[in-house]
């Protein structure tokens, strides 16, 4: 039974990870509006009292891709999503304007990449911003997983790619205020 934020966003990630194969996305907004469109189906059906925003401002002018909000407006779950297509699909153009043939940059401030993500997400929890703060990025392809995951994140395997011999690799980082 879900009693909480925190149990809503890892269930919501249970139901995306069961479902992904029979689900179709071609940049993170996606993943964001199935991810927040689900959990507030489960809002609704469990009344609990919680609100789901995307792209919230919280602090320091900074928005997070997803925020789980208490009823008082504190925000208690807060999520940044990355996603990277697999590059063997013909409905998704990887390279269109970059030099490096990839959606996602791994440590640009610039363009947002998976690093900046997971720091943002550690100070949204080290300040009091939020109670627990979760950075996912789907790398479909297995493109980055070579990378060696940032402190308190790993790579978790989601299993075959539905467009290619590719596994779906999932880097995640949970962090929980103390």
Do not use: C
Request: hydrophobic share 35%; no cysteine; net charge neutral.
């Amino acid at each position: 039974m879900v009693r909480d934020s925190s149990q809503l966003f890892e269930k919501a990630l249970t139901w995306l990870k069961d479902n992904y194969k029979s689900l179709r996305f071609f940049a993170e907004r996606d993943i964001v509006w199935t991810l927040q469109t689900h959990m507030i189906e489960e809002v609704e059906g469990l009344k609990l009292p919680l609100r789901i925003y995307d792209n919230h401002k919280l602090a320091w002018g900074k928005q997070a891709d997803l925020v789980l909000l208490n009823p008082d407006n504190s925000a208690d779950t807060t999520a940044e999503v990355k996603y990277e297509p697999d590059h063997h699909r013909a409905d998704v153009d990887i390279s269109a304007g970059k030099l490096n043939p990839s959606k996602v940059f791994w440590n640009s401030k610039t363009y947002g990449g998976v690093e900046p993500d997971i720091d943002r997400i550690r100070k949204f929890v080290t300040q009091g911003i939020t109670r627990i703060g979760i950075s996912i990025f789907i790398d479909e392809g297995s493109y980055h997983s070579w990378r060696s995951p940032p402190e308190g994140s790993k790579w978790v395997d989601w299993g075959q790619s539905p467009y290619s011999n590719a596994r779906i690799s999932v880097l995640i980082v949970r962090l929980i205020r103390s």
